[in-house]
């Protein structure tokens, strides 16, 4: 299986501040917590979900929703980072039991990181994940508009499909799911 964690942005070596992607384990529940909370605050347009759902939780709830992630086999909860400090985080799931795809949530990173390659990183990260685990391809949604998100994803070789959709229950902002194919397809 690809190891995230041997992800590294292109031409560092392991004495620059290049941003690395190791997968999150149980105990970096305070990192995943904070990474998460951070992009909800930062980024409210961008996730289907908000800060005062989340922050609600208490410790407990954190430890439980990292721990079941890393033990499932199904999901792939990811953070990047520059000489040890997390700088962004990711997600990546198989929702079902027999989906052929994968979904890919809480894609952020942290403002004064952007720029830097961490995204792409991310996204080469859950990308490979999905491949290894001989899925068909990656889904996730995003926030309408020509944003630096969007932008990413289509350079990656996500497609738009279906029709944009509120970002969450009363939102007037639209999202659009996009989806990445990872296996060729077979001839009928």
């Known amino acids: 299986m690809v190891r995230a964690d041997d992800v590294r942005a292109p031409g560092a070596s392991s004495d620059t501040a290049a941003p690395s992607v190791p997968r999150l384990a149980s105990p970096e529940w305070h990192t995943y917590r904070d990474l998460r909370l951070r992009a909800l605050a930062d980024s409210p ?18 430890v439980a929703r990292l721990a079941r992630g890393v033990a499932s086999g ?20 198989v929702d079902a039991a027999g989906d052929t795809d994968a979904h890919l949530y809480q894609m952020w990173v942290a403002p004064g990181s952007r720029g830097r ?4 990183l991310l996204l080469r990260a859950a990308i490979d994940w999905a491949r290894a685990a001989k899925l068909h391809g990656l889904v996730l949604a995003a926030t309408c508009g020509d944003t630096p998100a969007m932008r990413l994803y289509t350079r990656a070789g996500f497609v738009r499909i279906g029709d944009p959709e509120p970002l969450r229950p009363g939102s007037s902002l639209l999202a659009h799911s996009m989806r990445l194919g990872l296996l060729p397809l077979r001839a009928p």
């Open 117 to 120: 390659g961490a995204g792409g």
């Open 74 to 93: 199904t999901d792939c909860p990811l953070v990047a980072e520059v000489n040890g400090a997390a700088i962004g985080l990711t997600w990546a799931r």
């Open 45 to 62: 347009d961008a996730f289907s979900s908000t800060l005062a759902r989340e922050e609600g939780g208490g410790d407990d709830d954190w």
